[in-house]
């Protein structure tokens, strides 16, 4: 055997004639020239791929393995998985993307500008680096045009108290008015925050006068409360157009400013003898009222009641009732209804409903029995009492019937006829009345029992 060292490639064992033929891709070779040719034609072909290209692409490397299979030439595959040259076979040997995309690529030219508008100087050593702002954010500027007229500046001020009315905070309430720069007209802020109320619920307003109370001595001083005052005083003949109650409205709000410590009581006396409105009379009429009172001042901290939700249901109950006994000495529906929604507890009505029918029990006359149906009507009607609630209220009724009956023995036939009135009436639904109690009847000593008498109970 004998070694061949072809342009720096390892030694190459030379066939013996004497030995055995050596053996190519499974085909004896026939003589030692076709060997020393295959290997040159190897070497050649190995410099030309080099010449061309160092990493060939996946299409020409399929083309080189076909075209020569018989030299075992294998290209290095993990190479060509790595390659961002185009694998397509028809590109120019640029990198994908212009070399803009991939891990570990430059970017597309020009792109370092870009970076610069988008990111900004984050560098501490570049001249433009912000301390305040090191990631170089944007900012919005709010530009506020303080040359607002009062009509202007009154509807931005509308907006941020109807938002108040949801939220009920107060401080970021201050926080948005802040941003309006309305210190040169505060008074605005209650004049607008007062006209508003008066268009909503008491409850409302109780967050209105606390907003006031709230904002003293940050936004609103003295001055202010006086000016606005006097400012709504002078609008009142507006004002009833649109809520005749105004006066009343405007003297809970004075009255209750007074109490916050936010106006000195002598307000009231500047305006003695020089008021010519009589919409304006009311109003300080009401306010001296309040003010007199016994315990006046303690007591309008509740001048517009407290929230449905917050109250105690035992004053809750109480207040039904109550309300219910008017309307039996002065049936008057509409009176009933706006107290019940001053009340401002849609979900529980169904108290009003039990109490209702109970009270029709107990009189166990008819007139009771007609003016409860027909205030139910008119409350179901106008959809006030829902039908979930208008439903729940017999429930319980249906439920308390052994403890009723005990009081009032006629308690099942009253209810009987009372629910099919209510039914005649569209009061209530037939599952209402499916679900009608009825007493069980007794048993007397005749029937065998023995002496024993059947418990009143129904089924």
């Known amino acids: 055997m004998g070694e061949v060292a072809v342009n720096g490639l390892e030694p190459i064992m030379a066939a013996d004639p004497v030995d055995d033929e050596l053996l190519l891709?499974?085909?004896?070779?026939?003589?030692?020239?076709?060997?020393?040719?295959?290997?040159?034609?190897?070497?050649?072909?190995?410099?030309?791929?080099k010449r061309r290209a160092k990493r060939p692409s996946k299409f020409m490397t399929k083309e080189l393995s076909r075209a020569n299979s018989d030299t075992q030439v294998i290209a290095p595959l993990r190479a060509l998985?790595?390659?961002?040259?185009?694998?397509?076979?028809?590109?120019?040997?640029?990198?994908?993307?212009?070399?803009?995309?991939?891990?570990?690529?430059?970017?597309?030219?020009?792109s370092e500008l870009a970076e610069e508008e988008l990111d900004g100087a984050i560098d501490s050593n570049d001249p433009n680096y912000d301390e305040s702002n090191p990631e170089h954010r944007d900012f919005k500027l709010k530009v506020i045009n303080l040359d607002r007229s009062d009509e202007e500046l009154q509807k931005q001020i509308s907006s941020l108290v109807a938002e108040y009315f949801d939220h009920g905070d107060t401080h970021e309430t201050y926080l948005s008015l802040e941003e309006l720069q309305v210190s040169t007209r505060a008074h605005l802020v209650l004049v607008t925050a007062i006209e508003l109320a008066m268009d909503h619920k008491p409850s409302h307003r109780e967050m209105t006068s606390v907003l006031l109370a709230d904002l003293y001595g940050h936004m609103l001083y003295e001055p202010h409360y006086t000016k606005g005052y006097d400012v709504l005083i002078k609008n009142l003949s507006d004002l009833v157009l649109d809520t005749p109650d105004a006066p009343t409205i405007l003297g809970n709000f004075i009255a209750?400013?007074?109490?916050?410590?936010?106006?000195?009581p002598k307000f009231l006396q500047s305006y003695k003898g020089k008021v010519a409105c009589e919409h304006a009379v009311v109003t300080l009429a009401?306010?001296?009222?309040?003010?007199?009172?016994?315990?006046?001042?303690?007591?309008?901290?509740?001048?517009?009641?407290?929230?449905g939700g917050t109250r105690p249901v035992k004053y809750l109950v109480k207040k039904m009732v109550l309300l219910l006994e008017e309307y039996l000495s002065s049936s008057d529906i509409a009176e009933a209804t706006r107290c019940l929604q001053e009340l401002e507890v849609p979900h529980f009505h169904h108290e009003l409903v039990y109490e209702a029918v109970v009270m029709a029990l107990e009189k166990m006359d008819d007139r009771t029995s007609k003016m409860m149906c027909d205030l139910l009507g008119s409350l179901h009607c106008a959809i006030i009492i829902t039908p979930t609630q208008m439903k729940a209220g017999f429930v319980r009724v249906y439920d308390d019937m052994p403890q009723i009956c005990v009081d009032v023995p006629p308690a099942y036939s009253i209810l009987e006829r009372f629910v099919m009135r209510c039914h005649a009436a569209k009061v209530v639904s037939d599952d209402v009345v499916k679900k009608l109690p009825v007493r069980g009847r007794k048993r007397f000593v005749s029937e065998g029992d023995g002496g024993r008498v059947k418990d009143d109970a129904y089924f």
């Open 25 to 49: 891709n499974g085909s004896p070779s026939e003589t030692k020239e076709n060997i020393e040719g295959l290997v040159n034609g190897v070497v050649e072909l190995t410099e030309r791929i």
């Open 81 to 110: 998985k790595n390659s961002r040259k185009s694998r397509n076979g028809f590109g120019r040997g640029l990198p994908k993307k212009g070399g803009a995309g991939g891990k570990g690529t430059w970017g597309a030219l020009g």
């Open 286 to 307: 009401r306010s001296d009222s309040l003010l007199s009172m016994r315990h006046g001042l303690v007591r309008l901290d509740n001048v517009w009641g407290v929230g």
């Open 256 to 264: 209750r400013s007074i109490a916050d410590d936010c106006i000195p």
